[in-house]
T-cell receptor, first 111, second 114 residues
């Protein structure tokens, strides 16, 4: 089982739709979790950290389920500009261990 | 302020040649990371520097890959005897300290080995 697994998509959704991505991780001792966004042929950028209590930033909501070892990202009222690849990122062992990136989930928002 | 910069943006080389890729991190960031991203994959960790020293080089695929950061700022990733399988985008990131701090990525160097 890979350390971080994501559905690669693509998810094709109309503007205004709500879309959710899940990501599973294999190491139950994982400490920190993030969602990064990567536009085509660009570098990844941090979208949001994922906290145990869940967190929300505008139209974006991230949640963590430690018991089932998955994290999720919900995007409400999708915009064309949300089209990108969303990378699930896990820190398996704490501050000094490398981040592990998933392959990414591709989202296309269509007019 | 300036973000992470990488040069060159594109590099085409022939199999067997030596290449150097440069990363200039955000000023004041002590931690610097190199990743490799192949098509359809997420970034894959290569090596991490804290200051001048390589704190973790467990991701380097073999001894053809080497990286330095002599003054604790700019870093160079060096690849000897390049192979076609080395073709990928090489990303550099920096952060203030630990892996859990926000990492800021540079635009990457697209390496093509013919």
């Amino acid at each position: 089982r890979k350390e971080v697994e994501q559905d690669p998509g693509p998810f094709n959704v109309p503007e205004g739709a709500t879309v959710a991505f899940n990501c599973t991780y294999s190491n139950s001792a994982s400490q920190s979790f993030f969602w990064y966004r990567q536009d085509c042929r660009k570098e990844p950028k941090l979208l949001m950290s994922v906290y145990s209590s869940g967190n929300e930033d505008g139209r974006f909501t991230a949640q963590l389920n430690r018991a089932s070892q998955y994290i999720s990202l919900l995007i409400r009222d999708s915009k064309l500009s949300d089209s990108a690849t969303y990378l699930c990122v896990v820190n398996p062992g704490g501050g000094n261990t490398p981040l592990v990136f998933g392959k990414g989930t591709r989202l296309s928002v269509i007019a | 302020g300036a973000g992470v910069s990488q040069t060159p943006s594109n590099k085409v080389t022939e199999k067997g040649k030596y290449v150097e890729l440069r990363c200039d991190p955000i000023s004041g960031h002590t931690a610097l990371y190199w990743y490799r991203q192949s098509l359809g994959q997420g970034p894959e960790f290569l090596i991490y520097f804290q200051g001048t020293g390589a704190a973790d080089d467990s991701g380097l695929p073999n001894d053809r890959f080497f990286a330095v950061r002599p003054e604790g700022s700019v870093s160079t990733l060096k690849i000897q005897r390049t192979e076609r399988g080395d073709s990928a985008v090489y990303l550099c990131a920096s952060s203030q300290g630990l892996f859990t701090d926000t990492q800021y990525f540079g635009p990457g160097t697209r390496l093509t080995v013919l």
